[in-house]
């Protein structure tokens, strides 16, 4: 996640500016979660609401999902900028992100997050593996919404870090963006 530095220079992707989600994930005992922007509907059908989630192949929360076939999305509220360190920053495999948090739980067992502008429950349905990232396409299952409260953006969210905060994302996505490159798969006609 950029946004002091253009992630897409000379792009007209640079001109977007996406809700900030926390995918949260859950395989046996172990609970996870991410930032995640890249999340869109994925229907028009109001009755069978459905979602397209991109997530990197290489975070701990992907591989709980994978295993489980499910995840939640939590639309983190304008307030809540300050969650982006954690789960933008750290990995599960070494941090419980929730351990200071008053959590519930949707429907499956996944963890909610309070205070979001609401949260939705998905199980997979299918996907494609771009090498550096999945796209997972998935039904909602179950869905809370809290009105009143204002999503938090990308561009809003890394404008509310401290400095220091902002050179680690954007180191993070820089050294990602590297990581990822040999993953990605080529596709010809």
């Not at 991410?34 to 397209?52: F, G, H, K, N, S």
């Not at 495999?93 to 429950?121: H, N, Y």
Request: aromatic fraction near 8%.
């Amino acid at each position: 996640m950029s946004g002091g530095t253009d992630a897409y220079p000379g792009s007209i992707f640079s001109l977007t500016d996406h809700e900030v989600y926390v995918v949260t994930a859950r395989d046996g005992e172990r609970d996870s979660g991410q930032i995640a922007t890249w999340i869109m509907p994925a229907t028009l059908v109001p009755d069978r609401p459905r979602v397209a989630v991109v997530i990197s192949s290489q975070n701990f929360t992907h591989s709980l999902l994978a295993v489980s076939g499910r995840f939640v999305l939590n639309l983190l509220s304008d307030e809540q900028h300050a969650l982006l360190p954690l789960f933008g920053l750290y990995s599960s495999r070494e941090v419980d992100k929730f351990a200071d948090m008053q959590v519930q739980r949707s429907p499956e067992g996944m963890i909610v997050l309070p205070d979001t502008c609401g949260w939705a429950e998905c199980r997979i349905v299918s996907q494609l593996d771009l090498g550096d990232r999945i796209i997972y396409v998935a039904d909602v299952t179950a869905q809370e919404i809290f009105p009143g409260r204002r999503p938090l953006r990308k561009k809003e969210a890394f404008a509310l870090q401290t400095p220091e905060v902002r050179a680690r994302l954007e180191e993070k996505h820089r050294t990602d963006g590297a990581r990822d490159r040999v993953f990605m798969k080529q596709f010809t006609r």
